[in-house]
């Protein structure tokens, strides 16, 4: 796999890559992370996520394989993709549509071993009552995601 990072309005964030998919997301600079895509699918991740986080893209559409995970870890993994831009779902809501309503905790857990942030949008789970608990990349970045998101999904709905 290939790193490759890129400045946001979270910080700088690294995204992996081999030539057939996205295996990896990261808050922060990677050691090994150049600042040039090395391939078509590098490529394709940098310049979605720089739309994505410029407000410009609200669906990512380049190939992602979770690198691991239990099969209830990628349950809710695809779940997260689900969840519409701008929109979240509580914990319990995910594990309910996992065929596990009482599994709210492990969603969470899994929401943490997510491989592949921001383009796999663990951000948009949130607590009971819209809470904001819980983020592997801290809650302030949780909330900028959640803003961002939350601005162009009022401007696309009042244009």
Do not use: Q
């Not at 490529?43 to 410009?56: I, N, S, W």
């Amino acid at each position: 796999m290939r790193w490759t990072v890129l400045d946001s309005p979270i910080g700088e964030f690294s995204v992996g890559t081999d030539a057939d998919a996205v295996r990896g997301a990261h808050f922060g600079r990677v050691a090994s992370a150049t600042e040039e895509p090395g391939d078509e699918v590098a490529r394709l991740a940098v310049a979605e996520l720089r739309a994505y986080f410029a407000g410009e893209l609200t669906g990512f559409t380049v190939p992602v394989v979770a690198p691991r995970g239990s099969e209830f870890e990628r349950a809710v993994w695809r779940e997260m993709t689900l969840i519409p831009y701008g929109e979240t779902k509580t914990y319990g809501e995910v594990a309910k549509a996992v065929g596990d309503p009482g599994a709210a905790r492990a969603v969470g857990v899994a929401c943490n071993r997510n491989p592949i942030p921001v383009i796999v949008p663990c951000h948009r789970i949130v607590g009971a009552g819209g809470k904001l608990v819980g983020f592997g990349g801290g809650l302030p970045r949780k909330v900028t995601l959640l803003e961002l998101e939350a601005a162009v999904a009022l401007r696309h709905a009042w244009s």
